[in-house]
């Protein structure tokens, strides 16, 4: 799939995904190229009327949601209530997802977990028969050298994420890095999300097991609505 087919599958599934949303929802605005398809979207039936609020979970989100006019608010303001959420995934099998590609993943997941619907919208390359994408860690700065031995003790291989058009490490929004972590073919998703929570420093990993409530994806002729 070429990448302006992606594009269009993108495009395709947002448009599919933004029917979950409906008049008066609080609704959480995801991360990355193909939420931010849905985000647009949204803008424009808000545009013809549609009164939602969002929840943004990055810097990101929060500029092209103010850009097409959808009104923003806070988990605190909602009392921790978000009616529906449209984000993105790096790769899914079922319900599980590895989410981070973006450097969001622990916002995404505070958002994802305060949601009654989780609506995630994807490419058909996003798709696979058992995660085996590296799994995004978050981490305080000062634990970098600690974190990576940790995630070598339970079978990983810890890269730093380098800034492409800047010196040094990527940043997230939290002010912490990200490593990277190549565990090959991950059996036991659960298991691992829980293994890499307990360890110290960790501020949150990019495993999302058993999280997606239904999957939007887009192909080449159409959209595939998976409901795991």
């Known amino acids: 799939m070429d990448e302006r087919t992606r594009t269009e599958a993108k495009r395709r599934a947002s448009e599919s995904a933004v029917e979950a949303v409906s008049d008066g929802d609080v609704v959480g605005l995801g991360s990355g190229s193909t939420a931010e398809h849905a985000i647009r979207i949204l803008g424009d039936r808000v545009d013809s009327g549609l009164d939602i609020v969002g929840v943004p979970t990055s810097f990101q989100a929060r500029e092209v949601a103010i850009e097409v006019g959808i009104e923003l608010t806070t988990l605190d303001e909602t009392d921790g209530h978000i009616d529906v959420t449209i984000d993105g995934a790096d790769q ?107 360890l110290p420093a960790v501020v949150e990993h990019g495993l999302f097991p058993a999280f997606a409530d239904v999957i939007h994806v887009g192909t080449t002729g159409g959209v595939d609505i998976v409901e795991p």
């Not at 958002?111 to 490419?123: C, G, H, K, Q, R």
Request: charged share 30%.
């Open 92 to 198: 899914f099998v079922g319900a599980d997802l590895i989410k981070g590609g973006g450097a969001a993943h622990a916002r995404e997941k505070i958002v994802a977990s305060a949601t009654d619907e989780l609506v995630i919208v994807v490419d058909e390359t996003k798709r696979a028969d058992v995660l085996d994408e590296p799994v995004p860690l978050e981490v305080l700065p000062d634990a970098r050298t600690t974190a990576a031995a940790a995630v070598e003790e339970l079978g990983g291989d810890p890269i730093l994420r380098r800034a492409e058009r800047k010196s040094g490490p990527v940043v997230t929004d939290n002010g912490n890095l990200l490593f990277d972590c190549d565990f090959g073919a991950i059996d036991d998703p659960t298991a691992l999300a829980t293994d890499l929570a307990t």
